[in-house]
């Protein structure tokens, strides 16, 4: 893993915590959660707060995650909202993150000068033990403290001001007017400094969850659908009445389930042709072909020389495999935008040619969903699905290891907004 660190694939682009004053504003937080403060001089956090090194430190990975549920957050600086997630339980925990920071940047910016924001997304459940307890979880509400209690300080300071104001000989009681002056000085000037978030509760909508091996969740008006493992307990057992379940190895009734809710790209010439699509695909499935020959050899997997050569080489292992045969099919085909019928297709074959629908609010979690299908395109998967990455990562030998490396950084870190625009249609 160290290579991906290295050349930030990752925990990249994670704030540096050098400063003393931020590291003991971390401790606060730390001890707020009953948890022991950090010995180390620096370390890096992502949007929530977590640190890698913290958690080696604690030797606990989920020291802001317990139970996988009700996540916990630090908040040191306004800069966080730029940040990642790197460790989380359910796909949405960055967009609730970039929520409370929209909806609450006046308090976030006046608190973090002075202070550390720190607390939990709080959710109904104390534990997921079953897919009903998923299902319960339709809002969430930030659960917020601050190291100094400088919010609660500034809600006295106001209601000391709203007394001051409306109660007519109020300015005649010494003791009330110095603890105003007490608390101003901690706070500032609360007229201008808002030091209490107000937006704490929002929608959980549709949403990956790691647990029960994966579930996806998707929610539309009249009904809820998961797709998940049929062991996992509760599955079409919890609100049958109302949530339809798919057995996630059923490709044909999963991408049926996408194509009737429009939240994909039907493969058409008119996108994938200028998009490259199905080239990214060849590119990698044939790297991985060749890695599965002899995980030993090193391969220019981005040599366009190379990948012919490779492939007229182990033609007869291409042509048994059956994959690399259909993509080149559907390349001729596409190239000369030519419909081609979907029924005559397998299912794999369906979930290799296409996309989420571009604008679509789930777009990001249904590619995420799609490259559960399509496992050998591991750019795909390093984009919507890094869990999944870096566990295939784990398995590949050290030639792979490398080569992948370099292409990740040269093809999607370089410019990532680019790439998901001529790849996916992604424009956020």
């Known amino acids: 893993m160290k290579r991906l660190e290295q050349s930030e694939l990752i925990f990249g682009r994670m704030m540096r915590v050098s400063e ?14 009953g948890l022991k403060p950090t ?18 430190e604690l030797d606990d990975n989920q020291y802001l995650d317990p139970r996988g549920v009700n996540r916990r957050f630090i908040i040191l600086s306004p800069q966080q909202l730029e940040l990642p997630v790197v460790h989380t339980e359910f796909s949405n925990t960055g967009k609730l993150m970039h929520q409370f920071f929209d909806g609450n940047a006046k308090a976030i910016n006046a608190l973090t000068i002075k202070d550390v924001i720190y607390g939990e997304i709080d959710d109904p459940i104390l534990e997921a033990r079953d897919i009903e307890d998923l299902l319960s979880i339709e809002q969430v509400e930030f659960k917020v403290f601050t190291g100094q209690n400088l919010a609660q300080k500034a809600l006295d300071l106001r209601l000391l001001m709203d007394r ?67 062991s996992a307990p509760g599955f079409r057992r919890s609100r049958p009445w109302q949530v339809s379940y798919i057995d996630r190895k059923d490709k044909e009734l999963v991408y049926r389930f996408l194509v009737e809710t429009e939240r994909v790209d039907i493969p058409r010439g008119s996108w994938i042709e200028p998009s490259g699509y199905i080239d990214q695909r060849i590119r990698t499935l044939v790297a991985m072909l060749a890695h599965h020959a002899d995980p030993k050899e090193k391969h220019d997997i981005t040599s366009q020389r190379w990948m012919k050569s490779w492939m007229n080489s182990n033609s007869r292992m291409v042509e048994e495999e059956g994959t690399l045969p259909f993509l080149l099919w559907a390349k001729r085909e596409y190239e000369n935008w030519n419909n081609v019928d979907l029924d005559e297709i397998d299912d794999r074959g369906r979930f290799i040619l296409t996309r989420a629908k571009p604008g679509h609010e789930d777009q990001w979690l249904v590619n995420r969903l799609i490259s559960d299908y399509v496992p050998f395109d591991y750019l795909s998967r390093y984009v919507f699905n890094k869990p999944s990455f870096y566990a295939d990562y784990q398995t590949w030998g050290e030639p792979l290891k490398e080569a992948v490396v370099e292409q990740v950084r040269d093809t999607y870190l370089s410019n990532k907004s680019r790439y998901r625009s001529d790849m996916f249609g992604m424009h956020q």
């Open 164 to 230: 001051l104001r409306k109660e007519p000989n109020a300015w005649r009681d010494d003791a009330m007017l110095q603890r105003m002056v007490d608390l101003a000085q901690k706070t500032g000037d609360i007229r201008t400094n808002d030091l209490v978030p107000t937006e704490l509760v929002f929608r959980h909508n549709t949403f990956w969850s790691s647990h029960f091996g994966g579930v996806y969740v998707f929610i539309d008006e009249r009904e809820t659908t998961v797709i998940g493992d049929p």
């Open 20 to 33: 003393p004053h931020l590291i003991e504003r971390y401790n606060q937080a730390l001890k707020g959660f």
């Open 39 to 56: 010995k180390l001089k620096t370390f890096r956090i992502d949007m929530t707060g977590f640190s890698p090194e913290v958690a080696v």
